[in-house]
Every structure is written in structure tokens, then in C-alpha cells.
């Protein structure tokens, strides 16, 4: 018995140890972060990143706060793209991915080669900058930080994974009692698919509010959102 108490009193250590370690290093760059806008800047050119800064300044906070109001819209804009480019992600993406894992849809394979297809094989930067300029004419638009992101094959798969686990029979017991295939999506199919939207769901909103590139491409005029702001002026 004692034995056994030993063994978990031990396990518990290692455990709580290794866990403890992880999350060091997931605090200490943001430790370095904040330490970073509190270092002077001749500072930071002389020595280099350190932990605990050897000069103090606050100037880079009041350089960002000289003009308040386009911090405030350029987090406004963030903000608008992040919530309404998550919701339709995430709308197209179920939908896709419920096509997709249902066995008795015909072309369900093919809408996966499709989607496996896009995944592996990228048409690159050019013939996708010609697509958003050239033919839907939606740069300089809140429409060029949504659309790119809106189907990712990553996150289709990921759902698709999920939804392939719903028995069918469910399904044909709402055909049998007269409900549409979009009744049966909206109101048997998420309703469960609950964990899975919201882990695709984070996913999405997390790619949304990191996302620089798509402003610095598309986004000439203001207002940038937050990080390409921070890009064109901070640099």
C-alpha cells in the first residue's frame, strides 16, 4: 500500500513538474514582450532582447497613445472581421464538411478530392492576388480580410472527422418524419456537433485576429485592422 502511495505521490511530481515547465515557456514570451515595450530603444539596439530591461521607457506607449483614435478603429476593424469571418467560416465549413461525411451523398468523394486537392496542391500568390483584384474587385474592402479565410481544408477535414461519427440512421429518422435536410442540419445535426464547432470555431477566430498578411496585400486605404497597423507604422 505504501508502496503504491509512493509511486503516485511521485507520478503526481513528475506530472505537476513537466506541466509547470511548459508553462514557463508559454509565459515567458510574453514576459519578453512586455519587457521589450518598456526598454529604450538605444537600449534595445545596443544589447539585444533581455528579460529584464536595463533602461526603462515608457515612450512607446505614448507613441501609441499620441493618436488613441486609430488604435481604437484599427481594433474596431480587427474586431468587425474577427466575429463576422468566423461565424461564416464556420457556417460554410459545417455545411462542407456535413456534405462530405454523408456516405449516401454521391459526389461526397469528390467534393473530398476537391478539398484534399486544394489542401496539397496551392495556386500560389499570384493567380490568387489576380482573383481578388482583377475579377472580384474587393480590395480596399472589409470582403478581401474575410473571403480568403472563409474555407479552410484543414479545418473541413477536422470537422468532417467529427460529423462522419453521427450515425446515419439519425438522419433517416428525420427524413421518415418529414424534416428537410437544412432542418435536420440546423436543428439535429449542430446541436450536437457542439465540441466540434467549438474547436474549429477558436480556430477560425484565431486566424482571423493573428492575420496580418491579407491587409498588407489587399488593404491600401484606412482603417487597417490592428496588426497591419502595427506593421506600416512601428516598424
Known amino acids: 500500500m505504501r508502496g503504491k502511495i509512493n509511486k503516485i505521490s511521485i507520478t503526481g511530481i513528475v506530472f505537476h513538474l513537466v506541466l509547470s515547465i511548459?508553462?514557463?515557456?508559454?509565459?515567458?514570451?510574453?514576459?519578453?514582450?512586455?519587457?521589450?515595450?518598456?526598454?529604450?530603444?538605444?537600449?534595445?539596439?545596443?544589447?539585444?532582447y533581455k528579460l529584464v530591461p536595463k533602461v526603462v521607457s515608457t515612450y512607446a506607449y505614448q507613441f501609441v497613445l499620441a493618436s488613441p483614435k486609430q488604435i481604437l478603429t484599427s481594433y474596431g476593424?480587427?474586431?468587425?472581421?474577427?466575429a463576422?469571418?468566423?461565424?461564416?467560416?464556420?457556417?460554410?465549413t459545417s455545411m462542407l464538411a456535413y456534405t462530405m461525411s454523408r456516405r449516401d451523398f454521391k459526389l461526397s468523394r469528390i467534393i473530398?478530392?476537391?478539398?484534399?486537392?486544394?489542401?496539397?496542391?496551392?495556386?500560389?500568390?499570384?493567380?490568387?492576388?489576380?482573383?481578388i483584384v482583377k475579377y472580384y474587385h474587393i480590395n480596399n474592402t472589409l470582403l478581401c480580410l474575410i473571403l480568403p479565410y472563409v474555407i479552410v481544408p484543414w479545418n473541413v477535414f477536422l470537422m468532417k472527422g467529427f460529423l462522419s461519427d453521427i450515425?446515419?440512421?439519425?438522419?433517416?429518422?428525420?427524413?421518415?418524419?418529414?424534416?428537410?435536410?437544412?432542418?435536420?442540419?440546423?436543428?439535429?445535426?449542430?446541436?450536437?456537433s457542439k465540441p466540434a464547432l467549438a474547436t474549429v470555431g477558436l480556430f477560425?477566430?484565431?486566424m482571423y485576429w493573428n492575420d496580418w498578411?491579407?491587409?498588407?496585400?489587399?488593404r491600401k486605404t484606412e482603417p487597417y485592422t490592428a496588426s497591419t497597423y502595427a506593421l506600416q507604422h512601428y516598424e
Open 112 to 131: 473530398s478530392f476537391v478539398v484534399f486537392f486544394t489542401m496539397i496542391f496551392n495556386t500560389g500568390l499570384v493567380p490568387w492576388y489576380i482573383l
Open 167 to 192: 450515425p446515419l440512421a439519425l438522419v433517416e429518422s428525420a427524413k421518415i418524419d418529414g424534416s428537410s435536410e437544412l432542418n435536420t442540419f440546423f436543428k439535429i445535426i449542430i446541436p450536437i
Open 84 to 92: 463576422i469571418g468566423s461565424i461564416l467560416s464556420l457556417l460554410v
Open 77 to 82: 476593424v480587427t474586431i468587425l472581421v474577427t
Open 22 to 48: 511548459f508553462s514557463l515557456f508559454c509565459i515567458i514570451p510574453i514576459i519578453y514582450i512586455v519587457s521589450i515595450s518598456l526598454t529604450d530603444e538605444n537600449t534595445l539596439s545596443l544589447y539585444g
Open 204 to 206: 477560425c477566430a484565431f
Open 213 to 218: 498578411w491579407l491587409g498588407m496585400l489587399y
